[in-house]
């Protein structure tokens, strides 16, 4: 039982670049969610999933996409990576309302 | 519109001397709220929640909170810190819908020999 995995755990990109960060959970969770941390500003919520092949915005969407395609999946892409996305990625997974279990997180900087 | 405030960025105490992490939250309807613990370099570890009910919980690693509606507080509490306690606590407010969280901004948690 791993729980929460994310991949890739550090990443460096040039501007205008794309990226697929993956994330998987393998505890049959139907809720899943993308979170950025910056400092000073804890998380704050990019994209959630109440569901296979459900996406809905959070608080900071603009510049990322999610696909949902797998129950156990949630993929947040970067199009056209710019500095100010320079940051700690975190996935996490919920049985509804419940407790959030999270990943590790993956670092990526934008040069 | 919901928010939750952490007024303290940085707190330093001694080890063996209590402890208090403060969480003020705004939000219309009864919340659920969590505290969660973040070690360098980690992903975020659950320590306690409060959903209904009792207003004393209790945690993993002898932490506690008291939901008070009144002050819309969820104060952390623990009666002795220890070396390993040294971490970035945030607190949380659940809005519900599609089980999203609004985080604090994070209070970081030195402990001095």
């Known amino acids: 039982n791993a729980g929460v995995t994310q991949t890739p755990k550090f990443r460096v990109l040039k501007t205008g670049q794309s990226m697929t960060l993956l994330c998987a959970q393998d505890?049959?969770?139907?809720?899943m969610y993308w979170y950025r941390q910056d400092p000073g500003m804890g998380l704050r919520l990019i994209h959630y999933?109440?569901?296979?092949?459900?996406?809905a915005k959070g608080e900071v969407p603009d510049g990322y996409n999610v696909s949902r395609l797998k129950k156990q999946n949630f993929l947040l892409g970067l199009e056209s990576a710019a500095p100010s996305q320079t940051s700690v990625y975190f996935c996490?997974?919920?049985?509804?309302?419940?407790?959030?279990?999270f990943g590790p997180g993956t670092r990526l900087t934008v040069l | 519109a919901q928010s939750v405030t952490q007024p303290d960025i940085h707190i330093t105490v001694s080890e063996g001397a209590s402890l208090e992490l403060r969480c003020n939250y705004s939000?219309?309807?009864?919340?659920?709220l969590f505290w969660y613990v973040q070690s360098p370099g980690q992903g975020l570890q659950l320590l306690l929640k409060?959903?209904?009910?009792?207003?004393l919980v209790q945690g993993i690693k002898g932490f506690e909170a008291e939901f008070k509606r009144s002050q819309s507080s969820f104060n952390l509490r623990k009666p002795s810190v220890h070396w390993s306690d040294a971490a970035e606590y945030f607190c949380?407010?659940?809005?519900?819908?599609?089980?999203?969280?609004?985080f604090g901004q994070g209070t970081e948690l030195s402990v001095k020999p």
């Open positions: 996490a997974s919920s049985y509804s309302t419940d407790t959030q279990y």
């Open positions: 505890m049959n969770h139907e809720y």
């Open positions: 999933s109440v569901g296979e092949g459900t996406t």
């Open positions: 939000y219309g309807a009864t919340p659920y």
């Open positions: 409060y959903f209904s009910g009792d207003t």
């Open positions: 949380a407010v659940g809005l519900g819908q599609g089980g999203k969280l609004i």
